[in-house]
């Protein structure tokens, strides 16, 4: 099992660019995650998905755009880069919510000039 | 609005020896759970250990335990017998008290092990 698998692992992009971080786990996890991850402090949740076809906003989704293509896929779009969203991105799923063991993925390093 | 605190921002201590990472938390929940993720410079994080908090007797997992206080609302993470390998950031978090999916995370720990 791969699980829980993340594309690409590091980009670049310049102000005003668009991009799609894809995520797939293969867990069959019902729930899905995207975090970021800026220096200093603990992971804030972007976007999830408790299921297929609910997509919910975290903490921080200005900026951001989710889809949840199917159980498998969770993807993260960035429709028009700033650099206040330069940070290492992190996917992530679950069985049982906030209460089980969240499995994550090697997390994107984005760059944003 | 909830929160979590690790007070100790690095943190380095001997090969083999034993080390605490503190951790509190505040929530007005009844029962819940906590978790300890460990994140090292491969930058995958991995869960650790979970405490239920209905539960009276600490978790364990090997060489990794927990000391933890509900009414002080205090779950320190204790690794004994520290290995290289136990280099990483360490995070405490919970889930918050309005969702059933969303974790409140603390800023992390950064433990080094030195040989």
């Known amino acids: 099992n791969a699980g829980v698998t993340q594309t690409p692992k590091f980009q670049v992009l310049k102000t005003g660019q668009s991009m799609t971080l894809q995520c797939a786990q293969d867990?069959?996890?019902?729930?899905m995650y995207w975090y970021r991850q800026d220096p200093g402090m603990g992971l804030r949740l972007i976007y999830y998905?408790?299921?297929?076809?609910?997509?919910d906003k975290g903490e921080v989704p200005n900026g951001y755009n989710v889809s949840r293509l199917n159980k498998r896929e969770f993807s993260l779009r960035l429709e028009s880069a700033a650099p206040s969203q330069t940070s290492v991105y992190f996917c992530?799923?679950?069985?049982?919510?906030?209460?089980?063991?969240?499995?994550f993925g090697p997390g994107t390093r984005l760059t944003v000039t | 609005a909830q929160t979590v605190t690790q007070s100790q921002p690095e943190m380095s201590v001997q090969e083999a020896e034993t080390v605490t990472l503190s951790c509190t938390y505040d929530?007005?929940?009844?029962?819940?759970?906590l978790f300890w993720y460990k994140q090292p410079p491969s930058r995958q994080m991995i869960l650790v250990i979970r405490?239920?908090?209905?539960k009276q007797q600490n978790a364990t997992e090997n060489r990794f335990s927990v000391n933890f206080q509900k009414a002080a609302k205090s779950f320190s993470l204790k690794i004994s017998d520290s290995q290289l390998g136990d280099t990483a950031m360490y995070f405490c978090?919970?889930?918050?008290?309005?969702?059933?999916?969303?974790?409140?995370w603390g800023a992390g720990t950064k433990l080094i092990i030195k040989p």
């Open positions: 992530a799923s679950s069985e049982a919510g906030a209460q089980g063991e969240q499995y």
């Open positions: 929530t007005s929940e009844n029962n819940y759970y």
């Open positions: 998905s408790a299921s297929e076809g609910t997509t």
């Open positions: 867990m069959n996890h019902n729930s």
């Open positions: 978090a919970f889930p918050a008290s309005d969702s059933n999916y969303q974790l409140i």
């Open positions: 405490q239920e908090a209905y």
